[in-house]
């Protein structure tokens, strides 16, 4: 089994950069301005502009978007996938024929579950908290064990609390398709969130890569 890693809520050009040497599989750049870690447009731009050619997928990640500002973001930044969160259906953007994550956020029953048409690239499993995104708490790893199996074949991926220490476990456990993490990415005592350790990527990347 190969597990991807996606290092998301990305600051810095130097992190960009360390997660293209490290082989990281995906990056995410958070569009949304309720985050700590969104970044404008325009900044984000000047993340990506020039970056050597063939690194990680590149995630943008947005709230409620309409279609337009999508489009644009997609084109400006080279955008190789969305990750959609908010109360819009998501339908509303599949049928833009953008490549797409499903966010599923929380434990909701798995009967309940439609998977959009077209489908998405993959599915997030996120923990439901106050506002976007996990906030770094752990998300239930039985339940998320639970819908791996469900989705199958669509890959799946777990983020929510995830850092060096836990990542082996999350992944014995859950057997994702992917992780996805943020915080647990991070310098700590860092002026800025969003800034991130070359360190802790390495030692995500290094599980990530021997599983």
Do not use: F
Request: hydrophobic share 45%.
């Amino acid at each position: 089994m190969i597990c991807a890693l996606k290092i998301c809520g990305l600051v810095r050009r130097e992190d960009l950069e360390t997660c293209h040497d490290l082989a990281v599989d995906a990056i995410g750049i958070n569009l949304w301005r309720g985050s700590p870690r969104g970044v404008p447009l325009e900044e984000a731009a000047s993340l990506v502009d020039g970056l050597r050619p063939g690194g990680p997928l590149r995630v943008g990640v947005m709230v409620d978007p309409s279609p337009g500002e999508l489009q644009i973001a997609r084109a400006r930044l080279g955008l190789d996938l969305v990750q959609l969160h908010g109360d819009a259906p998501i339908e509303r953007y599949a049928a833009l024929g953008v490549p797409y994550i499903w966010v599923i956020r929380g434990t909701p029953e798995l009967d309940t579950l439609e998977i959009p048409s077209p489908a998405p690239a993959w599915v997030l499993l996120d923990t439901r908290v106050a506002g976007y995104g996990g906030k770094g708490v752990r998300h239930d790893w039985a339940w998320a064990a639970k819908a791996v199996r469900a989705l199958a074949p669509l890959p799946v991926w777990l983020a929510g609390g995830i850092d060096p220490d836990n990542i082996a476990a999350a992944i014995d456990e859950v057997a994702p398709a992917g992780i996805d993490v943020a915080s647990g990415a991070e310098l700590p005592g860092a002026v800025r969130l969003g800034t991130k350790d070359r360190d802790r990527i390495a030692a995500l990347r290094s599980v990530c890569a021997g599983w």
